[in-house]
C-alpha cells in the first residue's frame, strides 16, 4: 500500500527558507515511470502545482516560483525534499506531495494529509 | 489567477446529474488528453476521480464520469449523493514539463 507523508516546520519568519520533507512508502523513485510533485494550497484557495522530481532525477518547476524552489530526493530514505527560499506570508498554506504515475497519465494519484506551514514574523 | 478555468459554485438536488466545467485552451487542455479531476472534502487532501479525461481508478464509483470538447473538460456526477458535496478541481498538463489545476468548483447538495 503506497503512503506519503509530509513533515516541516509549522511556522516560518518572513525571508527566511522553507524546508519540507515527503516521506513514503509501498512506491519506489528509482521504478521507471513514477514522479513525486508538491502541491500547495492557500487556506481557501486553490491547490497550485510547484515542483516534480522523476524517478530519473529529472526535475520540473513551475515557471512563477521557479527561482526560489529546488526539489531533492533520496532514495536510500524514501525521502524527497522541497526547499523555497526567500519566505513571504503569501506562501502560507498547506502543502501536499502526490505521486505521479504513468499508469495514472502522470495524474496525481496518491496524496499525503498535507502540511500547514504559517509564514508570520 | 489559475490557468484553468472553473466555475466557483454549482449545485443539485439528491439523484440528479450535475456537469462540471473545465475551460483551458488549445496549448493545455485542448492539445493534452493529460485531464485530471480531484475531489476534496474539507480538511483533508484531494482524491483522485478522473485521469487521462475518461478513465476512472479503481474505487471510484462510476456516477462519476469526464469528457473533453475542444478547450473545455468537464466532470458529470450522476446521481448526486449528500457525500458528493465538496470542492472539485481539475488539472492538466500545460506543456514545458509543467503542470496547472483550476480555481476550483464548491458543489452543493440542495
Known amino acids: 500500500q503506497v503512503s506519503l507523508r509530509e513533515s516541516g516546520p509549522a511556522l516560518v519568519k518572513p525571508t527566511q527558507t522553507l524546508t519540507l520533507t515527503c516521506t513514503f512508502s509501498g512506491l519506489s523513485l528509482t521504478a521507471s515511470g513514477v514522479s513525486v510533485s508538491w502541491i500547495r494550497q492557500p487556506p481557501g484557495k486553490a491547490l497550485e502545482w510547484l515542483a516534480r522530481?522523476?524517478?530519473?532525477?529529472?526535475?520540473d518547476y513551475t515557471t512563477s516560483l521557479k527561482t526560489r524552489l529546488t526539489i531533492s530526493k533520496d532514495t536510500s530514505k524514501n525521502q524527497v525534499v522541497l526547499t523555497m527560499t526567500n519566505l513571504d506570508p503569501v506562501d502560507s498554506g498547506t502543502y501536499y506531495c502526490a505521486r505521479q504515475g504513468a499508469d495514472y497519465g502522470d495524474a496525481f494519484d496518491i496524496w499525503g494529509q498535507g502540511t500547514t506551514v504559517t509564514v508570520s514574523s | 489567477q489559475s490557468a484553468l478555468t472553473q466555475p466557483p459554485s454549482a449545485s443539485g438536488s439528491p439523484g440528479q446529474s450535475v456537469t462540471l466545467s473545465c475551460t483551458g485552451t488549445?496549448?493545455?487542455?485542448?492539445?493534452?488528453?493529460?485531464v485530471s479531476w480531484y475531489q476534496q472534502h474539507p480538511g483533508k487532501a484531494p482524491k483522485l476521480l478522473i485521469y487521462e479525461v475518461t478513465k476512472r481508478p479503481s474505487g471510484v464509483p462510476d456516477r462519476f464520469s469526464g469528457s473533453k470538447s475542444g478547450s473545455t473538460a468537464s466532470l458529470t456526477v450522476s446521481g448526486l449523493q449528500a457525500e458528493d458535496e465538496a470542492d472539485y478541481y481539475c488539472?492538466?498538463?500545460?506543456?514545458?514539463?509543467?503542470?496547472?489545476f483550476g480555481g476550483g468548483t464548491k458543489l452543493t447538495v440542495l
Open positions: 522530481i522523476d524517478w530519473d532525477d529529472d526535475k
Open positions: 488539472s492538466s498538463y500545460v506543456g514545458s514539463s509543467n503542470w496547472a
Open positions: 488549445s496549448s493545455d487542455v485542448g492539445d493534452y488528453n493529460y
